[in-house]
C-alpha cells in the first residue's frame, strides 16, 4: 500500500539527491539539473505558503517512493513540481496518488489551474498528466542539463 505524507526534516534533501540520482542514471542529465531540483526547493522554503502550497512524499512499506509538490505562481495558478517515483515503486499507482493529491490541494486553494514543466522523453509522466487532463501548450528546444532535450508545458485548468 502507498501512502502519502507531508514532508518532515530530511525530505528536501532527499527530494534533491534522488532527482539528482535518478535523472543521472536513465536519463543521462549532468549535475545542473540536481542544481535545477535544489532551486525549487530553495525557493519553496523561502516563501512557503501553507494555505496555497504543499509538498508530500510516497512512502511504500516505510519507505520514501515518490515527491511532488504544488507550489504558487499566481493568486490564480498553482505549479506541480518535482514529480519523481522510484523504479522500485513503478506500477503501484505511486504517481496518480501524488498527482491527484496535487490537483485536489489545488482545487482546495482556490487555484483556477495548475501548470507544470517536462520534458517530452518523460513518457510515462507525460502519459499520466494527460490522464489527469493537462494540456500540452509549449514546447521549445532545452539544454539546460543534457543536449537535445525539448521542453514543455502543461496546464490543467480546474
Known amino acids: 500500500m502507498?501512502?502519502?505524507r507531508a514532508?518532515?526534516?530530511?525530505?528536501?534533501?532527499?527530494?534533491?539527491?534522488?532527482?539528482?540520482?535518478?535523472y543521472a542514471a536513465e536519463q543521462g542529465w549532468d549535475h545542473r539539473f540536481e542544481g535545477v531540483v535544489a532551486g525549487v526547493v530553495a525557493d519553496y522554503v523561502k516563501t512557503h505558503d501553507p494555505a496555497r502550497e504543499a509538498c508530500w512524499i510516497a512512502e511504500h512499506?516505510?519507505?520514501?517512493?515518490?515527491?511532488?509538490m504544488l507550489a504558487k505562481e499566481t493568486e490564480t495558478v498553482g505549479r506541480l513540481r518535482l514529480l519523481l517515483v522510484e523504479p522500485s515503486a513503478?506500477?503501484?499507482?505511486?504517481g496518480e496518488a501524488l498527482i491527484a493529491a496535487c490537483i485536489a490541494r489545488a482545487c482546495e486553494a482556490g487555484y483556477a489551474e495548475i501548470v507544470l514543466w517536462t520534458q517530452s522523453i518523460l513518457l510515462p509522466a507525460r502519459r499520466l498528466y494527460a490522464r489527469f487532463g493537462f494540456v500540452l501548450e509549449e514546447s521549445w528546444d532545452y539544454d539546460g542539463f543534457a543536449d537535445g532535450l525539448v521542453s514543455e508545458s502543461w496546464r490543467l485548468r480546474l
Open 7 to 22: 514532508t518532515r526534516p530530511g525530505d528536501l534533501g532527499w527530494i534533491i539527491q534522488r532527482h539528482g540520482e535518478l
Open 61 to 68: 512499506q516505510g519507505a520514501p517512493v515518490g515527491s511532488i
Open 2 to 4: 502507498v501512502t502519502l
Open 90 to 94: 513503478r506500477g503501484l499507482g505511486v
